[in-house]
């Protein structure tokens, strides 16, 4: 009988710690996509950003990636590069990113410009520090779709959705640390200082940059020990530009990449705004603000793998789309109430609609590589970070001009600042919004499902 040839993905050992290493390096990278988020409130009060700054200076998240396609150019490197080349540019990319970003809210030299841009007219720090977290965004959204390739090729057949998840889980302990963290971290030792959360994500970047460095050598061992294709092998492997066409031609991509812009813009642009809106709508105090919003990536980091292995283990990937967008649905239509406004009220929101982002992204990843073969993956995960990327850098701009303009309600003064009062009911209504079209989304996916028979409901284990 012919013997099973055992390569370094067979090691659980090897498998676990090579996801470890990769996963820090996204705890790193989201950490930094955070951080600015709980200081809106200081923004406003210390270095003078309004809601529409604010909003501004976080859509930069998109700018490269969507605008330049910079993801897509990222997505087609990743398949004709490897895992290696590219996660270390877009590693390196953070870093150069975040050291414009920490120079540009850092500096006095900036201070009294105002700079016209196209339609654009914002102080100059807030275009400089935009440009820094741009560029920072190319690299954070590239290492994304390169370590979900690295989690496919360690894990397929195996505990894929489990592995998504825990990676999914370790950054998002990046996001948590962040919210919870910035606010003191800012004013720490008596004097606030908002570039200091910065500075400590820029250390952070770093060590994920080392630690990145440290995969490549594991990636170098799983390669040695597969089997080597043979040149024809290779070529029939081989990316080609007319593989782009063919996952954009595929309906079933398009129902998961749609549903990702959609959900993804009733979460992330919402944490953006959460810890104000814990300040305006529930009355919590700045220093404490964060936490309650913190409580959803934390949340998120048991229940995220915990919905991957169910997946793993008994499928059902479509139903848990559904169920996830039902929740989100539920959680911001009842964040519009405005009678609802009991800080406990804020806390058990907050926690189910932890239960939604957790259900939502550990199907949807793990669902890609069976509507897409393997050699087109990551293009077809670049371009559903590319649709994902309209969402946001588009939502956090809409919902800081909704603020600005139709939100105001009064002015405080907040630690010696004075800071505009906004009503949350609207930016609410628009995150319900999306939350029922991502529902109509993961409908249309499970009809895909059915007709084509991408197993979306089955196991990802193969026994
Ligand atoms: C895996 C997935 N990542 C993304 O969707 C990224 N495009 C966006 C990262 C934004 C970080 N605040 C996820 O995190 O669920």
Redesign the pocket.
């Known amino acids: 009988m012919e013997k099973i040839r055992q390569t370094l993905r067979d090691s659980a050992a090897a498998r676990w710690t090579a996801l470890a290493v990769v996963a820090f390096t996204?705890l790193c990278?989201?950490y930094l996509?955070?951080v600015v988020a709980p200081l809106k409130g200081l923004l406003e009060g210390k270095l003078g950003w309004g809601s529409s700054d604010f909003g501004f200076f976080n859509s930069a998240?998109g700018w490269f990636n969507v605008f330049l396609g910079m993801l897509i150019v990222g997505g087609i490197i990743l398949d004709k590069m490897g895992v290696r080349f590219t996660g270390l540019m877009a590693t390196i990319i953070m870093v150069c990113g975040t050291i414009i970003k920490f120079w540009a809210i850092s500096t006095h030299s900036l201070d009294g410009q105002v700079w016209k841009v196209l339609w654009f007219e914002a102080p100059a720090q807030v275009f400089i520090a935009g440009l820094g977290f741009a560029i920072f965004a190319v690299g954070?959204?590239v290492a994304?779709?390169t370590v979900?390739k690295i989690i496919y090729k360690w894990f397929k057949g195996k505990e894929l959705a489990l592995a998504?998840g825990l990676?999914?889980a370790t950054?998002?302990l990046g996001?948590g640390l962040a919210i919870a963290t910035a606010v003191p971290i800012a004013k720490a030792f008596g004097v606030v200082d908002v570039s200091r959360p910065i500075l400590l994500a820029l250390i952070l970047l770093c060590i994920g940059l080392l630690s990145f460095v440290m995969y490549m050598f594991m990636d170098k061992k799983l390669d040695a020990s597969e089997v080597q294709k043979t040149q024809a092998e290779m070529d029939e492997d081989a990316f080609k530009i007319s593989d782009i066409f063919k996952i954009i031609t595929n309906k079933g991509w398009w129902y998961i990449a749609i549903l990702?812009v959609l959900f993804?813009s009733a979460v992330?642009p919402f944490?953006k705004y959460a810890t104000d809106l814990m300040i305006n709508k529930f009355g919590v105090s700045e220093e404490l603000a964060g936490t309650i919003p913190s409580m959803l990536p934390f949340g998120t980091i048991l229940l995220t793998p915990f919905f991957g292995n169910l997946y793993d283990r008994k499928g059902k990937g479509a139903t848990i789309m559904i169920i996830g967008s039902l929740l989100i649905i539920a959680v911001h239509a009842l964040f519009s109430v405005p009678f609802l406004h009991h800080w406990i009220m804020a806390i058990i929101l907050i926690l189910v609609l932890g239960v939604g982002f957790s259900l939502v992204?550990s199907a949807m990843?793990p669902s890609v590589p069976k509507i897409i073969p393997e050699k087109q993956l990551g293009t077809a995960y670049a371009l559903i970070?590319w649709v994902?990327?309209w969402g946001?850098m588009g939502v956090p701009a809409l919902i800081g001009w909704v603020l600005e303009k139709y939100c105001i309600t009064g002015q405080v003064v907040r630690d010696g600042l004075t800071v505009n009062t906004y009503n949350y009911t609207l930016p609410m209504l628009i995150f319900t919004g999306f939350g029922v079209l991502a529902l109509i989304f993961a409908f249309l996916l499970k009809i895909e499902d059915k007709k084509k028979g991408y197993g979306l409901q089955l196991p990802n284990i193969v026994k």
């Open positions: 996204m990278g989201y996509t955070d998240y954070v959204e994304g779709i979900s998504m990676e999914m950054a998002r996001t990702c993804y992330f944490l992204p990843w970070f994902q990327n946001l």
